[in-house]
């Protein structure tokens, strides 16, 4: 097991605290000896249904792990929908079924484990919101310091409240994310704050079992298409290294297209795509509703291009009133409520749907991201008001 440069190949090792390359600045990834890996199929069926079942592809050596029993999330087969996009089958893998109502709960078992493991005392993040919030309960766990460092203002309230409930020292900063996430790279370094934004390589490591678990839940066939919504990109750049690391172990024998969607203003890396390019030009004033994904600078970026890419997937941007369309439609078909940036994936497929990029006969996977309650300032400003009324059978006669 070691550290890889995704750039210039250089290596590390993982007893090392070490978050980009040295020597070229990039991101860096986990790489696991897969060919030791012996499971099969039915070894994993034995065991519980949650992250912890694919262990041997967790980049964790010893025993104490810091689990709040994350994963094993449902894997919905969304025929209301389907029908309503018009397309022939789509599963909708719900990440808000997760311990605090996001995927970022995968990360933080792994990546909090790994920080006892290196003797952290502390750890922090910068973050939109659902970062901090599992951060924040992950740490609680272990018993150990939390810090975490929020754009004032535009945090959604119940993520808010999360990382106050679990006793994290909640900072606010007056800027947006990439100016948070900037700053505690540097506080990291000089306070001995182990960091665990996504730009630390052990969190994807737990975040690419969404892909293991989508492939186990449709009994061992790959979808065609699985389509996630990308903020600072780790989650698709995980769940792409998911697919590739079953298929590298002989458990399945396909790869799916993988497919990225951001909200239109805050899209780099949707324009990046579309251009061909290998590099995104950052946004200084990222914006849109769907703060989860309100990101200008992904640090993750040239994993999600090589993830689109390598796959033959594909990227594409969606208005704000698109999202909150797609996640009406998805809390009134289906009953699934999902926060903005959850509401994406769904967005961007109906929209390529209509465009003539999605096939009508594909089997596709939607990946939602985070629970509806994290955010449910945006229910009351986007949605129809509840009518108040005089208790009385002829008032409310008018209403039913
Ligand atoms: C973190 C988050 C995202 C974005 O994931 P990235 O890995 O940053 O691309 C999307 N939706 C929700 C709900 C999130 O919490
Ligand atoms: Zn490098």
Redesign the pocket.
């Known amino acids: 097991m070691k550290l890889r440069c995704v750039n210039c190949k250089r290596e590390y090792s993982t007893e090392e605290i070490v978050y980009t390359c040295k020597a070229c600045g990039s991101v860096l990834e986990v790489v696991l000896d897969i060919d030791s890996i012996e499971l099969s199929r039915e070894d994993l069926r034995k065991r519980p249904f949650n992250l912890w079942r694919y262990r041997e592809f967790m980049p964790i050596k010893g025993d104490s792990i810091v689990t709040l029993n994350e994963g094993g999330t449902p894997l919905y087969n969304a025929k209301r929908l389907a029908e309503e996009i018009g397309v022939k089958e789509l599963y909708i893998k719900n990440e808000g079924a997760n311990p605090t109502g996001?995927?970022?709960d995968r990360g933080m078992t792994v990546g909090v484990t790994k920080a006892l493991e290196l003797n952290a005392k502390a750890v922090g993040c910068a973050s939109?919101?659902?970062?901090s919030a599992s951060l924040a309960a992950y740490a609680a766990k272990a018993g150990i310091k939390c810090y975490v460092l929020l754009p004032a203002g535009k945090i959604a309230l119940g993520k808010l409240a999360q990382a106050i409930l679990h006793g994290a020292k909640v900072i606010g900063i007056k800027g947006n994310f990439d100016v948070a996430l900037k700053l505690i790279r540097e506080a990291s370094e000089r306070f001995n704050i182990y960091l665990l934004n996504?730009v630390n390589p052990f969190r994807l490591e737990g975040q690419k079992s969404e892909a293991f678990e989508i492939v186990d839940q449709l009994n061992f066939e790959v979808p065609d298409r699985v389509v996630v919504?990308?903020?600072?990109?780790?989650?698709?750049s995980a769940i792409w290294k998911g697919f590739k690391e079953f298929k590298e172990a002989g458990l399945i024998d396909e790869l799916p297209m993988m497919t990225g969607i951001q909200a239109s203003g805050a899209s780099p890396v949707v324009k990046a795509f579309k251009k061909g390019k290998k590099e995104i030009e950052p946004e200084e004033n990222p914006e849109t509703i769907a703060t989860?994904?309100r990101?200008g600078k992904?640090v993750?970026a040239p994993k999600a291009l090589k993830a689109l890419y390598e796959s033959n997937g594909y990227a594409e941007s969606v208005s704000d009133e698109e999202i909150i369309e797609a996640q009406k439609l998805l809390a009134r078909r289906e009953g699934i409520g999902v926060?903005p940036?959850?509401a994406t994936s769904i967005a961007g497929l109906k929209k390529l749907v209509e465009q003539g990029v999605v096939d009508k006969d594909e089997r596709i996977v939607c990946v939602v991201?985070?629970h509806a309650l994290?955010d449910p300032e945006i229910v009351f400003k986007a949605y129809e008001k509840p009518v108040e009324i005089e208790p009385d059978i002829k008032e409310l006669s008018k209403y039913l």
């Open positions: 996001s995927f970022k939109t919101g659902n970062t996504s919504p990308m903020g600072n990109c780790g989650n698709i989860a994904i990101i992904p993750n926060e940036a959850s991201t985070g994290k």
